[in-house]
């Protein structure tokens, strides 16, 4: 009694040490790889071969078909790819899992893995403190391989079982068809438990080794827990949009129908695996059941790849979205897996959603634009902007919280928190302007009521040039939100701001000296009102810009930090490395036209003398002609190919404005 006891807590100890180990290698895996990962699945193209290589090579690499086909739900969720992409990378993903069995069959009964297991470990948790190199990331990869192996040794140990004690899965074949399917049942029930049909086919291969598993129970098992690896996919869904459901719903139908299909021909099929495998099953038995699961899945996947389409189709037929899911209010459509988590899976999806939020926010521009050239009701215009602020704030307090909650993930590391909080940062500033728009809505109805007709058409004409200003600079932050955008992006960017701001103080000065003239005061106190909220609208797509991450490295910085740099227009200056550049391109510049113009952007907005640009730039004690200056402007407008950057004021000298 007290034996089986102790197997059974030996077998037990053993499982969660290999989970453990396989969530630590699959973690270690992604961790190290980055954003390669989300990146291969992202850019996956329409081809449905293309997809399943995806999904292989995927699964392959973090050693998880649960978390490949949860990674797909969610992108399908947030409408990252489609249905019919999703369905070829199930189909890898099913093909790609079957490593693990190669993994265990190879490593796992050649050698004493146990003595392997603990110098491997050593190595991994070493490799944690080589920071600087950048591998330090692979650690938990091999720590996770060490347990992983130690996990199969103990689990031989403790299911090294008497022949007596397990005849009763011999009893199982004598059963026949129903056998099967109890074996299949087994394994599907175990892997949905465990979530993890690599841990039921390592288990499956040590009973096997060890003699306490007949080859057709085992072959059964294996294509049970096939059915059972689908559990994630169906949890993953739950709460989900339609089309995560329709993911799923293909995951399930496809791993139950083919292991149909592989019973109905079970004997021909394991007469098939005896012919690609030399020996007989007694002989290298966990080489047949490693082949059979790759052959299962390879051929399972080339049966149904060429009707993709066909039941992607179906799929949507038969899962309809209804009325109260496409009314529902906003849920971060992000799965977050409770034995799977990787800050890597979710950038992407994340990234979509704040584009979309940006998109309800152009909206509201769009009604605010609507409302000043008086091209529809102010009370229908206001109940649509009321209605995507409140969804902008839904958006904002979810996609918040999520990203709170993945910066506490343990893979995440300084940088990915860095990142998240310019992410938080974004959609606050998205807020505050979803804010400023309704502020500048009901503003605009009281501006209307107080003012006189003729002086309302003239204010609103200066309102729309100046909202204009505004709302395209609100466009190419989107384009911005949606691309990435660079340090020179940002320093050009600031220019547009610098404009706005000197706009509104143009705006409020006129209207000081309208009420000094006897205009009507009410109406010119919610005019500039108005001009101040538009201004701070600005504002608050600045902050956007500020908080978004440079993608890229610049050349323009590559000799100095941001506070090198002068911007007007698109031409920057880079005064550390005494270079320039127009839109980013460097522009080879001689000694003297490189001290004109960096003279003439240090005092931007002022009106240099001839004589103050010629003592400043060529010492005026030498005898030089004044067409000099002249020339090197020339020279400089040719080379900036930008004529009116530099302006001549006659009579007096040049000026940037």
Same mark, same amino acid.
């Given at each position: 009694?007290?034996?089986?006891?102790?197997?059974?807590?030996?077998?037990?100890?053993?499982?969660?040490?290999?989970?453990?180990?396989?969530?630590?290698?699959?973690?270690?895996?992604?961790?190290?790889?980055?954003?390669?990962?989300?990146?291969?699945?992202?850019?996956?193209?329409?081809?449905?071969?293309?997809?399943?290589?995806?999904?292989?090579?995927?699964?392959?690499?973090?050693?998880?078909?649960?978390?490949?086909?949860?990674?797909? %739900?969610?992108?399908?969720?947030?409408?990252?790819? +489609?249905?019919?992409?999703?369905?070829?990378?199930?189909?890898?993903?099913?093909?790609?899992?079957?490593?693990?069995?190669?993994?265990?069959?190879?490593?796992?009964?050649?050698?004493?893995?146990?003595?392997?297991?603990?110098?491997?470990?050593?190595?991994?948790?070493?490799?944690?403190?080589?920071?600087?190199?950048?591998?330090?990331?692979?650690?938990?990869?091999?720590?996770?391989?060490?347990?992983?192996?130690?996990?199969?040794?103990?689990?031989?140990?403790?299911?090294?079982?008497?022949?007596?004690?397990?005849?009763?899965?011999?009893?199982?074949?004598?059963?026949?068809?129903?056998?099967?399917?109890?074996?299949?049942?087994?394994?599907?029930?175990?892997?949905?438990?465990?979530?993890?049909?690599?841990?039921?086919?390592?288990?499956?291969?040590?009973?096997?080794?060890?003699?306490?598993?007949?080859?057709?129970?085992?072959?059964?098992?294996?294509?049970?827990?096939?059915?059972?690896?689908?559990?994630?996919?169906?949890?993953? +869904?739950?709460?989900?949009?339609?089309?995560?459901?329709?993911?799923?719903?293909?995951?399930?139908?496809?791993?139950?129908?083919?292991?149909?299909?592989?019973?109905?021909?079970?004997?021909?099929?394991?007469?098939?695996?005896?012919?690609?495998?030399?020996?007989?099953?007694?002989?290298?038995?966990?080489?047949?059941?490693?082949?059979?699961?790759?052959?299962?899945?390879?051929?399972?996947?080339?049966?149904?790849?060429?009707?993709?389409? /066909?039941?992607?189709?179906?799929?949507?037929?038969?899962?309809?979205?209804?009325?109260?899911?496409?009314?529902?209010?906003? *849920?971060?459509?992000?799965?977050?897996?409770?034995?799977?988590?990787?800050?890597?899976?979710?950038?992407? /999806?994340?990234?979509?959603?704040?584009?979309?939020?940006?998109?309800?926010?152009?909206?509201?521009?769009?009604?605010?634009?609507?409302?000043?050239?008086? /091209?529809?009701?102010?009370?229908?215009?206001?109940?649509?902007?009321?209605?995507?602020?409140?969804?902008?704030?839904?958006?904002?307090?979810?996609?918040?919280?999520?990203?709170?909650?993945?910066?506490?993930?343990?893979?995440?590391?300084?940088?990915?928190?860095?990142?998240?909080?310019?992410?938080?940062?974004?959609?606050?500033?998205?807020?505050?302007?979803?804010?400023?728009?309704?502020?500048?809505?009901?503003?605009?109805?009281?501006?209307?009521?107080?003012?006189?007709?003729?002086?309302? @058409?003239?204010?609103?004409?200066?309102?729309?040039?100046?909202?204009?200003?505004?709302?395209?600079?609100?466009?190419?932050?989107?384009?911005?939100?949606?691309?990435?955008?660079?340090?020179?992006?940002?320093?050009?960017?600031?220019?547009?701001?610098?404009?706005?701001?000197?706009?509104?103080?143009?705006?409020?000065?006129?209207?000081? *000296?309208?009420?000094?003239?006897?205009?009507?005061?009410?109406?010119?106190?919610?005019?500039?009102?108005?001009?101040?909220?538009?201004?701070?609208?600005?504002?608050?797509?600045?902050?956007?810009?500020?908080?978004?991450?440079?993608?890229?490295?610049?050349?323009?910085?590559?000799?100095? +930090?941001? *506070?090198?740099?002068?911007?007007?227009?698109?031409?920057?200056?880079?005064? @550390?490395?005494? *270079?320039?550049?127009?839109?980013?391109?460097?522009?080879?510049?001689?000694?003297?036209?490189?001290?004109?113009?960096?003279?003439?952007?240090?005092?931007?907005?002022? %009106?240099?003398?001839?004589?103050?640009?010629?003592?400043?730039?060529?010492?005026?004690?030498?005898?030089?002609?004044?067409?000099?200056?002249?020339?090197?402007?020339?020279?400089?407008?040719?080379?900036?190919?930008?004529?009116?950057?530099?302006?001549?004021?006659?009579?007096?000298?040049?000026?940037?404005?």
């Amino acid at each position: 009694m007290i034996t089986v006891i102790s197997q059974i807590l030996g077998f037990i100890g053993s499982l969660c040490l290999l989970l453990f180990g396989m969530e630590m290698l699959s973690n270690g895996i992604q961790k190290g790889a980055g954003n390669n990962l989300q990146s291969l699945l992202h850019k996956i193209s329409g081809n449905r071969f293309t997809a399943v290589l995806t999904g292989l090579a995927v699964t392959a690499i973090i050693q998880s078909s649960g978390a490949t086909t949860v990674m797909v %739900v969610s992108f399908v969720n947030a409408e990252i790819i +489609s249905l019919t992409q999703a369905i070829g990378i199930i189909f890898g993903a099913n093909i790609g899992t079957t490593v693990t069995a190669w993994i265990v069959s190879f490593f796992g009964f050649s050698f004493s893995i146990e003595a392997a297991a603990i110098p491997l470990f050593g190595f991994g948790f070493i490799l944690k403190y080589f920071k600087k190199f950048k591998i330090h990331n692979f650690a938990d990869c091999f720590m996770g391989f060490a347990l992983l192996f130690m996990a199969l040794g103990l689990l031989k140990n403790s299911m090294n079982l008497k022949p007596d004690s397990v005849s009763f899965l011999q009893k199982f074949q004598d059963l026949n068809f129903a056998g099967l399917l109890l074996g299949v049942l087994i394994g599907t029930v175990f892997t949905a438990l465990i979530h993890s049909s690599s841990a039921t086919t390592a288990i499956v291969l040590t009973m096997s080794a060890n003699g306490s598993l007949p080859w057709e129970l085992g072959a059964a098992m294996v294509l049970g827990s096939n059915i059972g690896s689908t559990v994630d996919a169906v949890m993953s +869904s739950l709460g989900a949009s339609v089309n995560a459901k329709r993911t799923a719903a293909v995951h399930v139908a496809f791993n139950v129908t083919g292991t149909l299909i592989a019973l109905l021909f079970f004997q021909p099929f394991l007469n098939l695996i005896d012919l690609i495998v030399p020996g007989t099953p007694i002989q290298n038995i966990t080489i047949h059941i490693a082949m059979l699961h790759t052959v299962f899945n390879i051929l399972a996947a080339l049966l149904f790849l060429p009707f993709v389409k /066909q039941i992607a189709s179906i799929t949507e037929k038969v899962i309809h979205e209804s009325q109260k899911e496409k009314d529902a209010h906003y *849920k971060i459509p992000i799965i977050l897996p409770k034995n799977h988590v990787s800050k890597d899976l979710y950038t992407f /999806q994340v990234q979509k959603e704040i584009t979309k939020m940006a998109g309800r926010v152009m909206d509201m521009m769009g009604y605010l634009n609507q409302g000043l050239n008086q /091209q529809r009701d102010m009370a229908i215009l206001i109940d649509e902007i009321n209605a995507q602020e409140e969804y902008v704030d839904e958006m904002n307090h979810e996609i918040s919280w999520f990203l709170q909650k993945c910066s506490r993930l343990p893979t995440a590391n300084h940088s990915d928190r860095n990142n998240y909080s310019s992410m938080i940062s974004v959609i606050q500033n998205l807020e505050d302007l979803s804010d400023e728009c309704c502020s500048i809505m009901h503003s605009l109805c009281k501006f209307k009521k107080n003012a006189e007709s003729e002086s309302f @058409k003239n204010h609103t004409e200066e309102l729309i040039e100046y909202f204009n200003q505004v709302y395209i600079f609100y466009e190419q932050t989107c384009t911005y939100i949606a691309l990435g955008l660079s340090e020179i992006d940002k320093v050009l960017l600031s220019d547009v701001e610098d404009r706005i701001d000197s706009t509104k103080r143009e705006l409020k000065k006129a209207s000081r *000296k309208r009420i000094e003239n006897g205009s009507n005061v009410k109406a010119e106190l919610n005019y500039m009102d108005l001009v101040r909220k538009i201004e701070k609208a600005g504002d608050c797509i600045f902050g956007v810009i500020q908080a978004i991450q440079p993608n890229v490295e610049d050349s323009v910085l590559a000799d100095g +930090s941001e *506070k090198n740099l002068i911007s007007a227009q698109n031409v920057i200056i880079n005064t @550390k490395s005494r *270079k320039a550049f127009v839109s980013g391109k460097e522009v080879l510049l001689a000694v003297k036209e490189y001290e004109l113009l960096a003279l003439l952007m240090k005092n931007k907005g002022q %009106v240099l003398t001839r004589k103050q640009l010629l003592e400043s730039v060529w010492n005026y004690d030498k005898e030089i002609e004044s067409r000099t200056l002249d020339v090197h402007i020339g020279l400089l407008r040719q080379k900036l190919n930008n004529q009116k950057l530099i302006e001549t004021v006659r009579g007096v000298g040049y000026r940037i404005s």
